[in-house]
Antibody, heavy 123, light 108 residues
């Protein structure tokens, strides 16, 4: 199956921006999610982008600071987070979206996940 | 806002059965998916849909849903099942997706 390979560790100052990449081993045919996890905390959904890039949905909490884009020719998805705060320090994951309908019920799952990218915010 | 609620911690004796639950309005008319995460590792999918296991996931893992509550059961828990478990679903009412807060499973 398609593997997701993410860019390396980033160290940024508060107020700066960071742009992470997530390269698929094949053509991107599914929506791609971004999920983050602060140290010792749970998983936080950040947003999702369609294979064409025409549809992007962001978590309400991050609206205005997060931008997701896609380079279809390079099979790469990008996530840029601006105005970094200490609380943005986390491991950031990309993951492939799946959905299906059964008996009138729609449901979703995400698989596989990238290996994660650590973003450190430090002055 | 979309929310999924999980118990923060659950324990089970080795070889016994444990159920981890996830509650939320977005689960009405849908199914949760479940993820296992071990320290320092990316999450992996263990259950999706009504009760589907990806290739490589042992059949001691199963899922069920009733009303607004989804459950992940492990029948005959093993030491290697000790991990954090997260549920996940979408909320069509506001076009958002959400994870539960996670449940730390300890195998005694």
């Amino acid at each position: 199956q398609v593997q997701m390979t993410q860019s390396g560790t980033e160290v940024k100052k508060p107020g700066a921006s960071v742009k992470l990449s997530c390269k698929a081993s094949g053509h991107i045919t599914n929506y791609i999610h971004w999920v983050r996890q602060a140290p010792g905390q749970g998983l936080e959904w950040m947003g999702v982008i369609s294979p064409s890039g025409n549809t992007v949905v962001y978590a309400q909490k991050l609206q205005g600071r997060v931008t997701m884009t896609i380079d279809t020719s390079a099979s790469t998805v990008y996530m840029e987070l601006s105005s970094l705060r200490y609380e943005d320090m986390a491991v950031y994951y990309c993951a492939k979206d799946w959905s299906a309908t059964s008996g009138g019920s729609q449901y979703w799952w995400i698989d596989p996940w990238g290996q994660g990218t650590l973003v450190t915010v430090s002055s | 806002s979309s929310e999924l609620t999980q118990d923060p911690a659950v324990s089970v004796a080795l070889g016994q059965t444990v159920r981890i639950t996830c509650q939320g309005n977005s689960l009405r008319g849908s199914y949760a998916s479940w993820y296992q995460q071990k320290p320092g590792r990316a999450p992996i999918l263990v259950i999706y849909g009504e009760n589907n296991r990806p290739s490589g996931i042992p059949d001691r893992f199963s899922g069920s849903t009733s009303g607004n509550t989804a459950s992940l059961s492990i029948t005959g828990a093993q030491a290697e099942d000790e991990a954090d478990y997260y549920c996940y679903s979408g909320d069509r009412s506001n076009n958002q997706w959400v994870f539960g807060g996670g449940t730390k499973l300890t195998v005694l």
